[in-house]
């Protein structure tokens, strides 16, 4: 069946298909006062039963008629011969009344209670018209209050699953909001309390040269044991606000996600994984658990989906988180907060997500992601900018801690780090901003010009969008805040030194949304004639440059990004196309007139 049956479905067939049958070997019975064949008078009757039961169940709109003509024409033609046989018609008056809907109720009624009975009156003289309307009439009210009851049931059901639906979405909410409270809360505990005891730590070493004596020196020694002890102590309670999940294993999160949604929603989620597990980043745990999150909410919320098959696929060069639910859906073109929050996710991370739909058809949400390695023979060169002392040497005594990272040198400003850069080359540049004499927005931009190859990461304490989309504009890789945890600090540096570009998750929203405003004012024309693809004007300006022959690299250079975004942006544009290479995508582009003017490849 083409439609999922309830109790009142399996009521309306057994009462139709019982008075079908009695009325059939009624008919047999007398079958030698009729003037047509039995055998066309029990196919008129099996018509009568299986045409209006079929047309209700693949299209309503033929219902009425095929039962008020084929059943009410069988009626009127026993009762011309025997004229109690309008009884017959009350069941039929039921089915109609029952079925009837909205509108259909000014035409169904007075065919069903006044003109049905008037025919037979004329059919049959002996008939009695009021007995008849007022019998029929009975049982079309008795329909219509059997339709208001699964009417109500249908409505109970719906609110039941809403409810279902939205109180899963509100313990996401409330999970998300502890999460991000935890988060703050770990942040604000590393931000103060941690810095300062690293600032001790650091400030009581330095002292170590000055105190000769023994007694100092023993003094020295149980105030750094001291202060050490104390920091452990903050690392460890910053631990155990994290959130729960990120504390697991990335399958054993996913999966677990995926059992909760599946308990208190209600619905059929069955989970694989497909390889051998292996350890990811922080932030690349985070982007999956809030795809399968946002996937999950949107698959029952919007779609109305009963299954969701979910699958992680651990690929030698990529991690695949794949969500398929059997829904209704979506519209193409609709993209909401929560499916654009998973793209900048990836994104930031060198990924890519990736929804297909069709109306009825279900969808299918693809997010993939890099996989990050361990760096095991190879030894990145850091210079580490930083205007005070004390953060310079905490930077330097953690990340020498990694047995990859080798920190070349440090710089009070800008103008040092130029220099260090033309002496000892490094390889990738910790870049503080506020900082005398050159700051690291202008320092940054004077080491890309001078050597491209130098990756720069700017770390800093200000949540500053304006500073932070001036810092992208100028060249460098990736843009975090001093509050992230070694650990994370060190996966990030090994991301940015292979190629990828980084934000910090808490700045990225608002980033490309100043990033969006500001090209909308500059360029409002392209806007207009890439609506219809919604393109944003930095992809439309990439696809510009593509389409004169530049290679990313160039465009890169041109628009002070690094190679990562510029394909990020590039693959986006391709997906919004539905091309797969950048040939096809000038072509689509110049016949749907989005580019300025052919340009030669």
Request: hydrophobic share 40%; proline share 3%.
């Amino acid at each position: 069946m083409v439609k999922q049956w309830y109790w009142y479905d399996w009521l309306m067939f057994i009462i139709r298909l019982i008075s079908s049958i009695s009325l059939a070997f009624t008919t047999i019975g007398l079958q030698q006062y009729f003037t047509l064949p039995i055998v066309v008078l029990v196919l008129w009757q099996l018509i009568a039963f299986s045409v209006p039961w079929l047309c209700l169940q693949l299209d309503y709109k033929y219902y009425l008629f095929t039962e008020i003509v084929i059943s009410g024409g069988l009626c009127l033609y026993l009762a011309s011969f025997f004229p109690q046989a309008y009884l017959a018609f009350l069941l039929y008056a039921f089915f109609i009344a029952a079925h009837s809907a909205h509108r259909t109720y000014l035409c169904s009624g007075p065919v069903t209670i006044l003109l049905v009975p008037a025919i037979i009156k004329q059919l049959a003289e002996q008939s009695e018209y009021l007995v008849m309307a007022v019998h029929i009439g009975m049982a079309y009210i008795f329909g219509f209050s059997f339709h208001l009851l699964v009417l109500n049931h249908r409505q109970g059901e719906t609110i039941r699953e809403q409810n279902v639906v939205l109180e899963q979405y509100l313990s996401q909410i409330e999970r998300i909001t502890l999460a991000e409270e935890r988060s703050r809360l770990s942040k604000e505990l590393h931000d103060t309390v941690g810095h300062a005891y690293t600032s001790l730590i650091m400030g009581l070493e330095t002292l170590r040269p000055q105190m000769a004596t023994d007694t100092g020196t023993e003094s020295l020694d149980s105030l750094l044991n001291l202060a050490r002890q104390n920091m452990e102590e903050v690392r460890g309670y910053v631990h155990q606000i994290e959130s729960p999940h990120e504390t697991l294993p990335l399958l054993q999160s996913l999966r677990k996600l995926a059992e909760e949604f599946q308990e208190h929603a209600k619905v059929s989620v069955t989970f694989h994984s497909y390889g051998e597990e292996y350890p990811v980043m922080k932030q690349a745990k985070t982007a999956l658990y809030r795809c399968l999150q946002e996937s999950l909410t949107n698959a029952v919320r919007h779609g109305h989906s009963t299954e969701i098959k979910v699958s992680v696929q651990f690929e030698p060069q990529q991690t695949r988180l794949e969500i398929q639910d059997n829904g209704r859906g979506m519209e193409h073109g609709r993209e909401g907060f929560g499916l654009s929050a998973m793209k900048e996710r990836a994104m930031i991370l060198q990924g890519h997500v990736a929804v297909y739909t069709e109306q009825g058809e279900g969808t299918l949400v693809t997010c993939t992601l890099p996989r990050q390695t361990e760096l095991k023979d190879e030894v990145i060169r850091l210079l580490v900018v930083d205007d005070h002392p004390v953060i310079r040497e905490s930077l330097r005594t953690l990340l020498e801690e990694q047995q990859d990272f080798q920190v070349v040198g440090t710089a009070e400003d800008g103008e040092q780090a130029i220099e260090l850069c033309r002496q000892v080359r490094p390889q990738l540049v910790l870049m503080d901003v506020e900082m005398p004499n050159v700051d690291g927005i202008s320092a940054s931009r004077t080491i890309k010009e001078s050597w491209p190859h130098i990756r720069i990461l700017i770390l800093t304490t200000f949540e500053d969008t304006k500073q932070a989309l001036e810092a992208m504009r100028s060249g460098v890789d990736g843009y975090l805040l001093k509050s992230m945890q070694p650990l994370e600090l060190a996966e990030t540096i090994r991301t940015v030194h292979r190629g990828g570009t980084l934000i910090d998750q808490g700045m990225s929203h608002k980033l490309f949304a100043q990033l969006e405003a500001d090209n909308s004012r500059d360029d409002p024309s392209s806007i207009k004639a890439s609506s219809a693809y919604d393109l944003t004007p930095r992809e439309l300006e990439i696809l510009q440059f593509v389409s004169e022959g530049l290679r990313y690299k160039s465009i890169a250079s041109k628009l002070y990004l690094s190679d990562g975004t510029v394909r990020n942006y590039a693959s986006s544009v391709y997906m919004k196309l539905g091309v797969r290479n950048r040939e096809e995508a000038v072509q689509k582009a110049r016949e749907a007139g989005l580019l300025e003017k052919p340009q030669v490849m």
